[in-house]
């Protein structure tokens, strides 16, 4: 797909005009058709602009992934920042990570610690490898 044809796919599912189009954008009436047929290109900040309207990622406007939103969007920032920080991990790390995550998500919260103290501690976590997925 192009983008022209990605343009005029979406526009038809918001049973939008190409005039109406060229309104929210503040163009003239004939510049969405032009880009519909690959005659012009519109700006940087005018396919920005695009795809917020479509509420679509950038990617998807440009064909680049066919994936409409990216899942970060879906994202609260904690999480976002997470997964900003697990991608500049090498693959031996993520897996270290994974077994980190894992053993998190295993252990008791401290609430229900009561009067005890929690029997593991982070700094032993996962010593034997077995007792979580790698894969």
Not at 37 to 52: E, G, L, M, R
Not at 76 to 98: G, H, P, R, V
């Amino acid at each position: 797909m192009t983008f022209p044809e990605r343009l005029k796919e979406l526009r038809k599912e918001k049973n939008m005009t190409q005039k109406k189009l060229a309104e929210l954008l503040s163009y003239g009436s004939s510049a969405i058709s032009n880009y519909e047929k690959d005659n012009t290109k519109p700006s940087i900040d005018d396919v920005i602009k695009i795809s917020k309207i479509f509420d679509v990622s950038l990617d998807y406007l440009l064909c680049v992934v066919d994936i409409r939103t990216p899942a970060i969007k879906f994202m609260d920032a904690e999480t976002s920042e997470y997964m900003e920080l697990l991608n500049t991990l090498n693959a031996d790390q993520k897996k270290e990570a994974l077994l980190m995550l894992q053993w998190v998500s295993t252990k008791e919260t401290p609430s229900s610690y009561g009067n005890k103290k929690p029997a593991s501690s982070l700094l032993r976590v996962a010593q034997d490898k077995t007792d979580y997925k790698t894969e």
